[in-house]
């Protein structure tokens, strides 16, 4: 065991007490919160994408043989499903057992709730769709077509417009728990990069996948209107710019949502076709 000077203690003590003085004044200060957690959204997806680089160079031999450009959405996408575990989570959170947003909860009208841990929360995705956003279009389209570039551009605006404001935070994080279906679509890809198409693992990829779709990307939608409709004398008194943000990007993601649901039913089927 290391016993330390009383000097010694004394010193590192003091630099714990900067630290958390710098971090509570500072970079968690409400006035800073936004962009910090831009900043810590954007790094994280960095180191992200260098760890998963390191870390498959040594431990997948089919990661070698890739193309340079399915080593670039190899890597893209584990910073997507990291991502996306974390603001599911968060989301779910902040959804479903957090007060902040609870009817029972008389502390102000839900459109303008908000927390520090919310906005930093909706920082770090910010973070993580502009530096997304920008490996698309530098990669278009190795990365994703115009569909992608428009739901990622549709995501941004909304989620920054709410950080940035506080308003309607409830009903982003309704929607970004649709973010949930992005880690089986990334497995499907690595599956079918893998030359595992007709595997049991790939069949149950698929299911899972119809399965979170439905209830995360069109039911939950749903329940996202019903609530809107529900808490209308609310919505109303919301700043235009986010009147037209809570109606028409749910709107036009839900549309595109049924639309890739669509080619998710037709996978599946002809998944289930060929195994018979």
Not at 59 to 83: A, C, D, G, M, P
Not at 91 to 101: E, M, P, R, T
Not at 194 to 222: D, H, Q
């Amino acid at each position: 065991m290391i016993l330390l000077s009383k000097e010694t203690t004394m010193e590192i003590q003091s630099y714990q007490n900067q630290a958390e003085l710098l971090l509570k004044e500072y970079l968690l200060a409400d006035s800073s919160i936004p962009y910090t957690s831009v900043i810590c959204g954007i790094f994280s997806c960095k180191m992200v994408y260098d760890l998963t680089q390191l870390f498959s160079s040594v431990y997948f031999k089919s990661y070698l043989i890739l193309s340079k450009v399915q080593r670039n959405e190899w890597n893209n996408r584990s910073i997507s499903t990291v991502h996306a575990i974390f603001i599911t989570v968060m989301s779910l959170y902040f959804v479903f057992w957090s007060n902040l947003y609870s009817d029972n909860r008389y502390a102000g009208m839900i459109m303008f709730r908000s927390s520090a841990l919310s906005t930093f929360t909706l920082g770090v995705s910010v973070g993580y769709f502009l530096a997304d956003i920008g490996m698309i279009i530098w990669f278009y389209p190795s990365l994703g077509g115009i569909e992608y570039v428009i739901h990622h551009f549709l995501s941004l605006t909304a989620v920054a417009y709410s950080m940035m404001t506080g308003e309607g935070q409830l009903y982003t994080f309704m929607v970004l728990i649709s973010e949930t279906t992005t880690p089986g679509i990334n497995l499907r890809w690595y599956f079918d990069t893998a030359g595992m198409k007709r595997s049991r693992a790939y069949l149950i990829n698929g299911v899972v996948i119809f399965v979170t779709w439905l209830v995360a990307r069109i039911l939950l939608f749903m329940y996202l209107f019903y609530h809107v409709y529900l808490h209308f004398d609310q919505v109303k008194l919301v700043h235009s710019y986010g009147l037209l943000l809570i109606f028409v990007v749910p709107f036009i993601l839900s549309v595109m949502n049924l639309m890739w649901f669509g080619k998710i039913i037709k996978g599946l089927r002809k998944t289930l076709a060929k195994r018979q």
